[in-house]
C-alpha cells in the first residue's frame, strides 16, 4: 500500500493507477508500424493529440482541452466492460449496460467533486449533445478508420467487414462534429472499397 496520509490524494492515486489497466485492453484496430493492436491507452492518447491538431475542423468552435479531457476519459469504462467490437452486433446489445455500471464504479474511487466532473464528462461525450462532444465522437469514428486504411485494411479484411457498416457507422456521425473530417471519411471508405480493402 502506498504510504500516503491524504485520503484525497489517496483516491486520486487509486483511480490513476486502475487507469493503468487500459494499457491491457486491445482494440481491433492495428497500430501502424508493429504487428499488434493498439491498446485503450494508446488510443486515447492518439484522440487527445487529434483534438489539439485538428481543432480548427470542428464544425462549432470548440473548448480544446474539454476534447481532450473528453478523449482521454471516454473509454475508461472498458476496464471494466471492455472494448466492444464497433461490427459486433451481440456485444453492442449489452455495451450501454456494461458501460454504466463500469462507469459507477470507476469514477466513484475518485474525491466526490472529481467524480462528478469525470462521470459528467463520459456522460456529455455519450449523448453527443455539445460542440465538443460531438467533436470528440467525431475524432473518435476516423482515428480507426485512418489506422485501418493506412495498415491495408487488416482488420476490416480479417472480419470480412462491408463498405456498407462502415458507412453506417459514420453516417450522420462523423460528419456532424466536422464536415472536413466527414468528407474525408467518406472518400477513405470509398477508394478502400476500391482497393478491395473494403467487401
Known amino acids: 500500500m502506498l504510504p500516503v496520509n491524504d485520503e484525497r490524494l489517496a483516491q486520486q492515486l487509486a483511480f490513476l493507477l486502475e487507469l493503468d489497466k487500459l494499457k491491457n485492453i486491445y482494440r481491433q484496430t492495428y497500430v501502424l508500424h508493429e504487428d499488434r493492436k493498439e491498446n485503450d491507452a494508446e488510443h486515447s492518447y492518439h484522440l487527445a493529440i487529434m483534438a489539439a491538431v485538428l481543432a480548427e475542423h470542428a464544425a462549432e468552435p470548440v473548448d480544446v482541452v474539454h476534447v481532450m479531457k473528453m478523449v482521454l476519459i471516454h473509454d475508461v469504462v472498458e476496464i471494466d466492460a471492455g472494448d466492444t467490437y464497433a461490427y459486433d452486433t451481440a456485444g453492442n446489445a449489452t455495451k450501454r449496460e456494461r458501460e454504466l455500471a463500469a462507469a459507477e464504479r470507476l469514477f466513484a474511487l475518485l474525491p466526490p467533486d472529481q467524480a462528478a466532473e469525470y462521470r459528467a464528462l463520459w456522460d456529455e461525450f455519450e449523448a453527443r449533445e455539445t460542440p465538443e462532444a460531438r467533436f470528440a465522437v467525431t475524432l473518435d469514428r476516423i482515428q ?56
Open 144 to 199: 480507426p478508420l485512418l489506422l485501418n486504411y493506412t495498415k491495408g485494411g487488416i482488420s476490416w479484411t480479417e472480419r470480412g467487414i462491408r463498405a456498407e457498416q462502415v458507412e453506417g457507422r459514420n453516417r450522420g456521425v462523423t460528419e456532424e462534429g466536422s464536415p472536413a473530417l466527414g468528407a474525408l471519411c467518406y472518400r477513405i471508405i470509398a477508394q478502400a472499397k476500391e482497393e478491395g480493402l473494403l467487401k
